[in-house]
């Protein structure tokens, strides 16, 4: 009898620990299961979910599991889940994040006989020429586009006019006149702002503070991208700008606010303009669609002196698929996120995300969406947003010099200097 | 004799072999990567660069910047934690004639320790919004005719004071009933024997309850200072939400930014190792004073 328990214990230890080191395996043919994950976008969901269930209708052997979390926190959830070699199948991420998956040969080229073209060039000429650009690496296109966007400033027109301001002539054109539209929008007790007239998209240095050093001339690294360039004269102009937009200077705003875009859909007095994409109008219209009405939207700001006619940069959220997925989960994952991208008017009409194909560009949908042409008009001058492998490392620096200036009262030159010396220990790894 | 032991490692050793593979196991292999550069997304093998990692960390101005901050949450925090935590502890014994109200007091002290450090500061969050219930506080207790901002969140200063205060609101609870545990465990018989000899309270706090809650004080030191330096979701929380880094970026959030941002897993185990020796050290001698000291009346 003790010696079958000893057996027996023996056993179920050997059994739990294959179970904890077994690495599953999907089957060469028969039944595949996708893995999914995407970022919360509860317009997107309900889209996506319907998009899915027509999909297994037409693919019988294939099961979709889609999961979501909160836009910053799944850019964590999905490197650590390829670091533990346990990531999905497919993902999105913004571009300048997704660029070092495909740099690291993390994620699969589109397989060209699931979208029908004979070459990834053939591919890009159906589509807008910025589209690819998030996703193009050494000839080859490695995510499906699920959004191509840039940012424009949304204006709460109720607020403009209670202080007297006409939001259809006396929105900000410049950087200086922003600071003097937001101080008449701004209401405060004592030193507690209680609605903020504009404030910006922090953390998302990259999409709308970089444009603006672009404006001054300023750049991240140099021409020939050995070392930084944060410590130019644009830099220190477009530092010292938000130390004194900062608590310390005008007090017009601050990173430690919750973000303007979440609280602008309320209408409840907390802020009066914020950055947003075209998809912000449909988030709009599901959360507080009487609001609508008093919404317009401007473009972005440009500097008095620009020499750059940048407007916020253009971003990508890429389909992109698992390339250690097997051969046939691969497969059956294009088919899905080709299958995603090819309803670029319902993804337009209904959420407001725009996959500029040009087969989009000739409908009605497109022609006739309420802001499109401010966003379009914007998009002619912007930049694609900087993809590098080290993208996020740059924009972590680039946060820590604006919270320098702002919060910590560094001087613009000094937190510029730092910031150089971090970007070149960055490079030099 | 023989046989049970035999079944005595039969039942622990699962348990061994849990403990091996998810503690053991990762710290040998921490060890090993920090003498190792690898990015955490690559499919590359890690390459051997010695002691580059721990070179690289304790001459960049980053991780020095960690370890100030670090030393000035642990200082801050450490010190009101140990020594309020025993004056509540005194004040609680103190109601042992009612022990609904005792009990109430403990579950209102420990209640804050069960929470999670992220939820903690998630709430925290809004009372130190510049609109929140902090701000309102202070204004009200200054009379400010027109509310001033403290900037809770924005100014360094206030950003550190901020999570001290956090960490102390969670925490002290947890050392209270660990001080309880200790004070309901010395004879009353003793300061019995000391009220007729006529000694004071403060006599007899100090004569009595001090040098028999010793070994008590040496676990709270001890314990409440691996925790003050290893704090992480607070300041994590804080970061996210805003605030300046650089006041709070603690040597746990570094380990954090430096795998999950830059990609760089020799240096964040390197930072990972040395904050374990540090810990290590400090344990040591802590253990060494403490034991040459120790106090029976009986």
């Known amino acids: ?429 | 004799m023989r046989r049970r032991q035999y079944w005595g490692w039969i039942f622990v050793l699962p348990a061994v072999l849990f403990f091996a593979l998810f503690s053991y196991f990762p710290i040998i292999n921490s060890f090993v990567a920090s003498f190792h550069a690898k990015d955490i997304l690559s499919l590359k093998a890690p390459k051997f660069i010695g002691l580059q990692n721990y070179i690289h960390i304790f001459t960049s101005q980053d991780f020095l910047n960690s370890i100030k901050a670090t030393a000035y949450f642990a200082i801050g925090c450490f010190i009101p934690l140990v020594s309020i935590s025993l004056v509540i502890a005194t004040l609680v014994v103190g109601l042992r004639r009612f022990p609904k109200i005792q009990n109430l007091f403990k579950m209102i002290y420990y209640s804050p320790s069960i929470v999670s450090g992220v939820v903690s500061a998630t709430i925290w969050l809004l009372i130190f919004d510049p609109r929140g219930l902090a701000n309102q506080f202070l204004n009200f207790l200054a009379n400010n005719p027109t509310p001033v901002d403290f900037k809770w969140l924005a100014l360094p200063f206030m950003a550190r004071l901020a999570t001290i205060i956090i960490y102390f609101w969670k925490y002290v609870g947890y050392f209270v009933i660990i001080y309880f545990a200790g004070l309901v465990s010395i004879p009353t018989s003793l300061y019995e024997v000391a009220e007729i000899d006529g000694a004071s309270a403060w006599r007899k706090f100090w004569s009595i309850t001090i040098p028999l809650l010793k070994p008590t004080i040496e676990f709270v030191l001890i314990v409440a200072f691996i925790a003050c330096v290893r704090t992480f979701s607070i300041q994590y929380v804080f970061v996210y939400a805003g605030s300046p880094r650089e006041p709070i970026n603690v040597i746990s959030l570094n380990i954090y930014t430096t795998a999950m941002t830059y990609h760089s897993l020799g240096r964040s185990t390197a930072m990972s190792v040395s904050l374990f020796c540090f810990i290590l050290i400090f344990t040591i001698v802590q253990l060494r004073i403490y034991r040459s000291e120790r106090v029976s009346y009986v």
């Open chain 1, 1 to 429: 009898m003790k010696f079958l328990s000893t057996v027996l214990v023996i056993t179920m230890l050997l059994a739990g620990a294959a179970l904890v080191l077994a690495t599953p395996q999907q089957e060469a043919a028969g039944p595949v299961e996708l893995m999914y994950w995407t970022h919360e976008d509860p317009n997107r969901t309900a889209l996506e979910e319907k998009l899915i269930a027509e999909f297994q209708g037409q693919n019988p052997n294939v099961t979709v599991v889609r999961e979501t979390a909160p836009s910053t926190p799944i850019i964590e959830k999905i490197l650590t889940a390829f670091a533990a070699r346990n990531a999905p199948d497919i993902f999105n991420i913004g571009a300048e994040n997704e660029w070092q998956y495909i740099v690291g040969e993390r994620v699969a080229p589109v397989d060209l006989e699931v979208v029908g073209y004979s070459s990834y060039k053939t591919m890009q000429d159906d589509y807008l020429p910025v589209t690819f650009n998030g996703a193009l690496y050494e000839g080859k296109i490695y995510g499906l586009p699920m959004e191509i966007t840039n940012w424009c400033i949304y204006v709460n027109n109720k607020y403009y006019r209670e202080v007297g301001l006409d939001p259809a002539t006396d929105y900000p054109k410049t950087w200086e006149q922003m600071l003097d539209v937001a101080e008449k929008l701004t209401i405060r007790e004592g030193e507690v702002i209680t609605r903020r007239g504009f404030d910006f998209r922090y953390p998302y240095y990259l999409n709308f503070f970089v444009p603006m050093a672009n404006q001054l001339g300023g750049t991240v690294l140099t021409a020939d991208g050995k070392s930084a360039a944060v410590d130019s004269a644009a830099w220190i102009k477009v530092l010292q700008y938000m130390a004194d937009f900062g608590p310390n200077g005008r007090n017009l705003g601050s990173p430690t606010y919750t973000n303007a875009r979440r609280t602008f859909n309320r209408d409840d007095n907390s802020v009066a303009m914020c950055i947003s994409g075209l998809y912000q109008y449909d988030r709009i219209k599901a959360e507080n669609e009487p609001f609508l009405p008093y919404v317009s939207v401007v473009p972005y700001p440009r500097f008095q002196n620009a020499v750059n006619d940048n407007g916020t940069a253009v971003y990508g959220h890429y389909y992109m698929v698992n390339a250690s997925s097997s051969p046939a989960v691969r497969k059956a994952a294009w088919k899905l996120t080709w299958y995603f991208s090819n309803h670029e008017e319902e993804f337009l009409d209904q959420i407001g995300l725009t996959i500029p194909s040009k087969k989009l560009l000739d409908t009605a949908i497109y022609k006739n969406k309420k802001f499109a042409d401010v966003f379009i008009d914007d998009m002619a001058t912007a930049d694609f947003i900087m993809v590098h492998e080290s993208g996020p490392k740059f924009e972590d620096v680039i946060e820590e010099m604006v919270q320098d200036v702002m919060l910590s009262n560094v001087a613009p030159a000094e937190a510029a200097r730092k910031g150089k010396v971090k970007i070149n220990d960055i490079l030099s790894q």
